[in-house]
């Protein structure tokens, strides 16, 4: 009696339990071992000092790691309150005042018409019983929300990492591969000083000379291209610290050591991804949700409080004090949802299509994370397999190399064809470059989809 039916509403969606996509067709072996590996600080197998002071450096200055903060901040408060609600309230209040007492209205003779004074002072405590639980599942809801605001934290914290390492590696590339550029260019002006001569002398045609131009054109050509990308890679990492370009300027050439020729690890263990900060924090915001729904149905209950006042109250100040101005009440307060059903039952239904709306967007996230790492391993493999065929290929331009300068030597070759040797070489060399960027995409996008652990040896 005296509540209000909720109408068995229940919410339609149960989060996937990770064991489950165990069984589903994927393309990765991921298993259950006895893990306690942690996330550490990944970018230091690159051994590049500099890189690890801007990283260490975020929490000083990414916006996007105080926005983070700023919200944690904010949830910690809200669950703070949410505490305070379900703990005993008191209150104090002094009133004094000076009155007239109107000669029409309830006050004896003795004051009627007169002027006078009156003071309360009392204090007042109330209690919410929370019989049904309501206040303490909206305070579990405060701190389950806190601790997702938290994991959000660490998430922006890896994404930054992620995102500052990216265009790092980014810059440490085009400056690689602007060098090899430029050692190309001066191998090519060479061969076209070679061709000049040779035409002056009726030794070449026209055409010989154009092409050795044409392929220092094509050289000058990219060279402002990898010059903007190495700006524009200072740039995106002071922008994302927050930072002038004034910063970036500043910075030094990058001097990663890549780890090209690291295995990955054979077991990735299933718990991983859901320990990962996205993806446990969405599975707070879930049982938070949950929380916030049985508060919901806990509405459909008498709310009871309890309230007493105790303390002093009189008809003149100079009564306050005296020992018959003591006031006192006690009693609960009762709140009986009858009328109410129908917006209860519309809140009940909105916690629930939330809870539901958490669910899926978990259950999502669970399946992408999979599917990243599946990803991630295949881009890693295929890199792995290319590196192979580079190597070989430079070995064997290598030893092209070593036979031209020989016969050089030997008076049985040209300078031309030494140099068109080198130019090999540079190209393999290139190539690897190139390999080795691929490999260490891999490793970032692996790295980010396993919640920042790296898992190469």
């Excluded at 005042?97 to 002072?121: F, M, N, Q, V, W």
């Excluded at 000049?196 to 131009?213: F, M, N, P, T, Y």
């Excluded at 049985?294 to 002093?312: C, E, H, Q």
């Excluded at 009328?339 to 299509?353: I, S, T, V």
């Amino acid at each position: 009696m005296g509540c209000a039916s909720d109408g068995q509403l229940r919410s339609s969606f149960k989060p996937v339990e990770l064991s489950s996509l165990q069984s589903k067709q994927l393309r990765i072996d991921i298993t259950h071992p006895n893990s306690s590996q942690s996330p550490q600080h990944w970018w230091q197998v690159w051994q590049d000092p500099q890189l690890n002071e801007i990283l260490t450096a975020l929490d000083d200055y990414a916006p996007n790691v105080h926005l983070a903060q700023i919200r944690l901040e904010r949830a910690a408060a809200l669950t703070d309150l949410k505490q305070v609600d379900r703990q005993v309230q008191a209150s104090s209040e002094l009133k004094m005042s000076a009155d007239r007492y109107p000669d029409h209205d309830s006050y004896p003779e003795k004051y009627a018409g007169k002027t006078g004074s009156s003071g309360r002072l009392t204090t007042t405590i109330g209690w919410h019983l929370d019989l049904w639980g309501k206040y303490k599942a909206l305070a579990d809801a405060a701190a389950l929300q806190t601790d997702a605001a938290e994991l959000q934290l660490q998430d922006v914290r890896l994404s930054l990492q992620l995102a500052i390492s990216n265009h790092y590696l980014q810059w440490h590339i085009s400056e690689q591969l602007l060098q090899k550029q430029l050692e190309k260019r001066k191998i090519l002006q060479e061969l076209l000083n070679i061709e000049q001569q040779k035409r002056r002398a009726g030794l070449a045609k026209q055409d010989h000379v154009i092409e050795a131009s044409l392929a220092i054109n094509t050289i000058d050509s990219q060279l402002p291209i990898l010059r903007r990308n190495i700006a524009q890679d200072r740039h995106a990492i002071a922008a994302l610290l927050g930072q002038s370009t004034e910063f970036s300027d500043a910075l030094q050439k990058p001097a990663l050591q890549l780890k090209s020729q690291q295995a990955v690890a054979t077991t990735l263990p299933l718990h991983w991804l859901g320990e990962r900060p996205d993806i446990a924090a969405l599975r707070q915001l879930i049982e938070a949700q949950a929380r916030q729904s049985d508060a919901a149905r806990a509405s459909f209950y008498p709310d009871i409080n309890l309230t007493a006042v105790l303390g002093l109250q009189s008809l003149g100040l100079d009564y306050l004090f005296r020992e018959g101005s003591r006031t006192m009440a006690i009693g609960p307060a009762i709140n009986l949802p009858i009328f109410e059903q129908n917006r209860l039952r519309a809140n009940l239904r909105g916690e629930l299509a939330n809870y539901d709306l958490a669910v899926v967007q978990y259950n999502q996230s669970l399946v992408n994370a999979i599917q990243q790492v599946s990803d991630a391993l295949q881009q890693f493999h295929s890199a792995q397999q290319q590196f192979v065929l580079v190597q070989q290929a430079q070995q064997q331009t290598q030893q092209l190399h070593k036979i031209a300068a020989q016969r050089l030597k030997q008076g049985l070759n040209t300078r031309q064809a030494l140099l068109r040797t080198e130019l090999q070489q540079l190209d393999r060399a290139i190539q690897r470059i190139q390999t080795e960027h691929a490999i260490a995409l891999a490793q970032f996008n692996l790295t980010r989809s396993l919640g920042g652990r790296w898992v190469f040896h």
